[in-house]
């Protein structure tokens, strides 16, 4: 007989984080996003009618006319080829035996934290990041620094050479160089290489989130850090935004003396192979398709990043200020300090149903970004876009304002 | 200009588990396995040629005609219902609130884990139990107590009770009741009783790994702890052994309170969601093949079973002794103490080409199983079986003996 007790609140077994766990922001939003009535800007969703569905589905038949394709396996040597060729038209070199394949960049960054942290570690993030980052540092219970960054250029290397300078070593440094989640910008050459020069200084890892860095709008695709220093960068790299994220894989380019431990790792984290997807993802590569694709999708987000700037101007109110995203899947919008996007984002949903995700929920302390929000341009087709734009500008029209100080 | 040092030893920023790795059994053995002239009994590995591949490659194609199955998306909903299904037929009952879906046992276990320890926490093993639950633990730096097993009746629940009433509490117990890895038993009905018994009286969480309890060769099947408790036995269910182990598709039955925060754990690991798996697996369910699927799969793996047991008897010496497995995919041979089955895997390779996993890989602490072995009876053929402990027993038979005590 299975007896089933409401809750175990009063006598809960669970570790501190767990027990006091609510429901994510990211949860939220792909149950709104579902919908049909809203209008989502929330998540870095890609726009799901520009997948190769008919390649891939082709891809897939092929790779099931062989069972060994549904058994476990090792990794798929092929695979880690292709990913070598993907780096360096990236102007990275590296080997196949310096790539490590995950289930998704989310993943590859849990992976390097279980390599790099121990209970308690020093960890250097941005001010304002990539929330699923500080996630998967939640278990080491970390001693989080954050360093100025900045909505024009990223990380403030200045900031971040006093901090390497006077406490003790940290154990890595989040970065994203290209494409930055929340903020939308790029990080210049001349930053790019004093970041790179100070982590080799220091001996302190960086842990290098790309997985915009394939989407870039200028006119020559800017390298990523892995390119200038293959010792102290860990680049980690993904198919989800260039290809489909429901195939979750995603690659690692450490340094070869690491893999034992990434491939323990890995395997008490999922077995080490999810040789299904590893396949249909290598033979749809085989085919060729992947650079023209990605290059209709740079024209295509492109063109929505454009159609949403131009709706922004025509709908926002004086005092909102943005930058153009150079790369990557987002808009980050500053409004005036006196509106506070989490209350805008409760009147957004109802009165207007369109959603976006409020500042704070990027700030590491929850301190910053409480009068900004980020917008995803890559996941509506232009009209939802502007539509949703102009909804947008209503309620922050309406939205309540603090009194000033 | 990317510059590559050939190494990190001296200056290392590994934590300090992963700068004393070394590669793990599994990931040996599974590439000794793909050596064609190798018969491998070593991993607890299906029969590929009974994956209901045809099936599995219609629902894919079903699946992918909708771009939507390569998007981000919440877990799939009818599949939660299938797993209820599932576990009504064995004896479990439980509300698709309390289904989390995973990549996998190996997933559910570390999201547990992950819920469930701090760093440092008391976990209850026995002494020879499944290597990658250990895995699972090693970045809490447990307290890992090991209580005695038995190769007739599984874990020695009066140790238990010992244990459970002096020291603190432990924050976990891990145990198989059906078609223990690496014993190949299961426990008796008041063996299962008394555990859950203890559970509830002390407080303790029981992570059940069910991985093989669909695999039972008796004419009735046994429940599982979850079905005698709803509230202290964490149950963790897999599709690899019944279906296939590419899709990575496994679930848990826990607490509905502890939602949010496997959410999080499984969001950060590798974002919440397969949304292209889940689909082709719940393509695949909606058939109702599935239910004569596993029995198809009991009847050959009871004759491979067969097979190996009278394969043994016709070639292993005098002094090894076996049980029948009444389920799971595992015989657990002792042989004479006086043979080091580490050493014998070497021979055994070497000389006669066949692959098993030595008993000292299951050993919490690696101070049991050293004359014993684990062979697996399910990968591979009954005229390989039959070929495979021919070649076994000789070496068996060739292999050095330590001076008698």
Chains 1, 2 share one sequence.
């Not at 690659?251 to 249909?280: H, Y």
Request: charged share 20%.
């Amino acid at each position: 007989m299975s007896i089933d007790l409401p809750s175990t609140s009063t006598c809960t077994p669970l570790a501190a984080w767990a027990a006091a766990a609510r429901p994510s922001a990211l949860q939220a939003m792909l149950s709104v996003s579902a919908r049909p009535e809203i209008l989502s800007f929330a998540l870095g969703l890609p726009a799901p009618e520009l997948f190769p569905i008919a390649d891939l589905a082709r891809a897939a038949t092929a790779v099931l006319s062989d069972p060994m394709a549904l058994q476990y396996s090792p990794p798929i040597a092929r695979l880690k080829d292709h990913v070598c060729a993907l780096m360096a038209a990236r102007s990275v070199s590296c080997t196949p035996a310096q790539v490590f394949l995950t289930a998704g960049a989310q993943q590859g960054m849990s992976l390097l934290t279980r390599l790099l942290l121990e209970p308690h570690s020093r960890v250097i993030v941005e001010t304002l990041t990539y929330t699923g980052f500080r996630q998967v540092l939640e278990p080491f219970a970390p001693e989080i620094v954050e360093v100025p960054t900045s909505a024009d250029e990223g990380i403030d290397t200045d900031a971040l050479a006093r901090v390497l300078a006077h406490g003790p070593r940290p154990a890595l440094i989040y970065a994203m160089s290209h494409g930055h989640n929340p903020l939308g910008i790029s990080m210049p050459a001349e930053k790019r290489a004093r970041l790179v020069e100070l982590a080799a200084h220091y001996g302190v890892p960086v842990i290098e989130d790309d997985a915009y860095g394939f989407l870039q709008y200028g006119d020559a695709a800017a390298a990523p850090l892995r390119a200038l220093d293959g010792r102290w960068v860990c680049y980690v790299g993904s198919f989800s935004k260039i290809l489909a994220p429901g195939l979750r894989q995603g690659w690692l380019v450490v340094p070869e003396s690491w893999m034992a431990a990434l491939s323990i790792a890995k395997e008490s984290s999922d077995i080490n192979t999810r040789t299904f997807n590893q396949l249909v993802l290598t033979t749809y590569l085989e085919t060729g398709l992947l650079p023209g694709h990605v290059d209709m999708l740079r024209r295509e987000y492109r063109s929505r990043r454009d159609a949403m700037l131009h709706a922004l101007r025509l709908h926002l109110p004086e005092g909102a200020r943005w930058r153009t995203p150079t790369a990557g899947l987002f808009v980050w919008i500053e409004l005036e300090s006196r509106v506070c996007t989490d209350e805008l984002l409760r009147l957004a949903l109802e009165r207007e149903h369109v959603a976006f995700l409020p500042g704070r929920a990027f700030s590491a302390s929850g301190a910053e970004g409480a009068h900004c929000m980020r917008l995803n341009f890559s996941r509506l087709p232009v009209h939802d876009i502007e539509e949703g734009i102009r909804r947008l500008g209503r309620a922050v029209n309406d939205a309540p304002r603090r009194a000033r100080d």
